[in-house]
């Protein structure tokens, strides 16, 4: 198998970000179009690093453990890079990333100290947005991991690992269908405030719940309100696709391309196996380029089943959201 290898100096990479915004003319569009995919590309292998060691750490601490991996979207690296003005490209942190879902929040803590004294993982940075969560309500652990393996070519190349529980995974998939379907972006900060505070207080409720605690009659009496003002039961129901999967393979992990239009609440889904991660990446650029105004992402899962339970917001499946909606304003 045969991977991308970065072909350009970091320095080149910069500029291809300054250009992509409108920051630089030294390159041209389709040129630093050209760095930016190839630089995409060449996390793929360090990334894939990155799942296999988590794979197996996290398998002996919860055998129901649910493990994705994701090349970031263009679309998404340049309002990134548009958002933050002293950010660079080549020091972007998350372009290649990877999120394990536990059952409990113990679970997710239990792993995150194995991987902090993994030598093979390196890890550069920790966030911890369960012990001091987002002002949305956002909880989950993030660490930066810097490839340090065997291959020169991709030495120092950062992988962003997200480590949540699945509680807080139906909040955080509640919180992006939301954004899909009503064309806000709640998940980077910007949005209707109603929105917000419905979440925020949802975040707190959740996570009451997970830990066995009871729910202030303030936060219920809120959450009543904004759900009857917002009509976010409704919303959520509404908001149901009928995917269309094209490839599925039989064989157990492979890459998924999704295109999701949420104009007609269509889903695509071309399946790759896991030999064609060239092929996979050239059909996601290709993709992303014809069809800006579809949501297009690369994943790497074992199944259809695993894909849904890691990017549900791609199907619209606020199910499980929705039960803990119901446990609070019952």
């Not at 719940?209 to 009871?214: F, G, H, P």
């Not at 936060?219 to 269309?244: A, D, F, P, Q, W």
Request: glycine share 4%.
């Amino acid at each position: 198998m045969t991977w991308i290898k970065p072909e350009y100096s970091k320095t080149q990479v910069g500029k291809a970000g300054d250009a992509l915004i409108g920051k630089s003319d030294k390159l041209s569009f389709d040129e630093a179009s050209e760095i930016l995919s190839n630089w995409r590309g060449s996390h793929a292998f360090p990334l894939n690093n990155v799942q296999s060691s988590l794979r197996n750490k996290a398998r002996t601490i919860d055998p129901d453990f649910l493990i994705t991996q994701r090349l970031k979207r263009i679309v998404s690296i340049k309002n990134e890079l548009e958002r933050f003005s002293t950010m660079k490209l080549h020091r972007m942190q998350d372009i290649g990333g990877c999120r394990i879902i536990l059952n409990s929040v113990d679970g997710v803590y239990k792993l995150v100290n194995d991987i902090k004294t993994s030598p093979s993982l390196d890890i550069q940075k920790i966030d911890d947005y369960i012990t001091s969560p987002k002002e949305s309500g956002y909880r989950s652990i993030h660490l930066i991991s810097k490839y340090c393996g065997k291959k020169e070519e991709y030495k120092d190349l950062r992988i962003e690992i997200q480590i949540r529980s699945k509680i807080q995974h139906y909040w955080a998939t509640a919180v992006e269908t939301i954004d899909t379907f009503t064309k806000q972006q709640l998940k980077t900060g910007n949005g209707d405030d109603d929105w917000f505070t419905f979440f925020d207080y949802m975040s707190k409720a959740m996570d009451n719940l997970e830990r066995k605690q009871n729910v202030s009659n303030k936060i219920t009496r809120e959450i009543k309100n904004y759900e009857k003002k917002l009509k976010v039961m409704e919303k959520l129901t509404v908001y149901s696709i009928m995917g269309e999967v094209l490839e599925e393979s039989k064989s157990r992990n492979g890459f998924f391309l999704l295109i999701l239009n949420p104009e007609n609440n269509f889903l695509n889904i071309q399946f790759f196996r896991t030999k064609q991660i060239n092929l996979a990446t050239e059909e996601y650029i290709k993709t992303e380029k014809n069809s800006p105004e579809s949501n297009v992402v690369l994943v790497e899962a074992k199944s259809i089943q695993d894909l849904k339970k890691g990017y549900p917001n791609y199907f619209a499946d606020s199910e499980k959201f929705l039960k803990y909606l119901k446990k609070v304003i019952k």
